[in-house]
């Protein structure tokens, strides 16, 4: 799947992208460092070439800063820098995955190393995680083909990333 170009989705009413009554979800899968991980795609505004951020003083390191997007002010967070994972030097295939809170309207920008594509996953064959490990980001895993995918729960990620307060008061 290619991202030269800017990528619409979910506030188009794509009945495609919707979870279908077959216990099914389109997600987006994209990596980050040499991991690969999978959000709904109803939960993304769009999907963004990697421009440089303004700076944000006073932010934690994973914050990249902020970009402006047709007049909306989006904060940019390093996913790889954020779960503490190695990301790819050099890259250039680099975008910026702009999601939002499922009951509110907050969004976030995710500094991804780069998008693979669009996959159906079939929700009774995600297996749970704990959080005791310390994945509270994590709502499971799905195995797709050899790989081990892993499922952003993007609502813990939003409240950790933007904080508890920013949320209900966008809801």
Request: glycine share 10%; hydrophobic share 40%.
């Amino acid at each position: 799947m290619s991202v030269d170009h800017k990528i619409q989705t979910g506030q188009q009413g794509d009945k495609a992208a919707a979870p279908s009554g077959n216990g099914r979800e389109q997600m987006i899968i994209f990596t980050v460092g040499e991991q690969r991980y999978c959000i709904p795609i109803l939960r993304i505004r769009e999907i963004r070439e990697f421009e440089s951020p303004t700076y944000l003083p006073h932010c934690p390191p994973y914050v990249e800063g902020a970009i402006n997007i047709r007049g909306n002010i989006v904060t940019v967070v390093n996913l790889a820098q954020y779960l503490g994972t190695a990301w790819q030097e050099d890259n250039e295939r680099r975008v910026v995955i702009i999601i939002e809170g499922s009951t509110s309207r907050a969004t976030c920008g995710l500094l991804v190393d780069s998008v693979i594509g669009i996959t159906d996953i079939v929700l009774d064959e995600i297996q749970p995680i704990s959080v005791d490990g310390g994945a509270a980001e994590l709502s499971g895993l799905v195995s797709i083909g050899e790989r081990v995918i892993r499922i952003l729960q993007l609502d813990t990620l939003l409240a950790r990333l933007l904080g508890a307060d920013v949320i209900s008061a966008a809801g």
